[in-house]
DNA sequence: GCCAACGTTGGC
DNA sequence: GCCAACGTTGGC
């Protein structure tokens, strides 16, 4: 099976890398991802194996500050679920579930942020949705180019 | 806090 | 099925 490399978001004041890095196991389901599209890539394409940047949007220094792995394949969000979740959808049930949700496990945090700013001015990474503007989407597939191109970017 | 971009909802 | 209205995302 072939690794995928991908990126997810997360807003540091619900859920940052250091919380994850705070976990006993430093693992941790990705919960509350309620976009179809987004939902579709972790459903379909997310393999155990599989790395992500962790990172951190609507911040001070939005950028990647990390490393995970996918630990466990889609399994179905019970978030949704649950009324006094904020991530609570009226519309997905037991037996038919909406949303889903993978466990991530903790490879590596940066000793820096590396800032979308910096992201922005490698013209190698131009084609990244990431850098593009109104791109919204908070799992998103990182060519294995990228992936490398941006593991440079640390050891400058 | 502002606001552009985007996705979703719902009336028709 | 169209599309206006609305809610959300997320950089700045």
């Known amino acids: 099976m072939q690794q995928k490399f991908w990126l997810m978001k997360s807003e540091p004041s619900t859920f940052s890398i250091d919380h994850l890095a705070a ?33 951190h949007s609507n911040c001070d220094t939005p950028g990647i500050v990390g490393i995970v792995t996918i630990v466990k394949s889609a399994y179905p969000d019970h978030f949704a679920l649950k ?30 942020v590396i800032s979308l700013r910096t992201l922005k001015e490698n013209t190698a990474l131009a084609k990244m949705p990431l850098v593009q503007k109104g791109n919204r989407l908070s799992i998103l597939p990182v060519t294995a180019n990228e992936w490398r191109t941006i593991l440079k970017m640390l050891k400058k």
């Open 23 to 55: 976990l006993p196991h430093q693992t941790e389901h990705w919960e509350g991802v309620r976009n179809y599209q987004a939902r579709n890539f972790m459903r379909d394409e997310m393999k155990v194996g599989d790395e992500a940047f962790f990172y």
């Open 83 to 112: 009324k006094s979740s904020p991530y609570y959808d009226p519309k997905s049930t037991t037996e038919n579930p909406r949303w889903y949700m993978v466990d991530v496990k903790l490879k590596q945090k940066f000793d820096t």
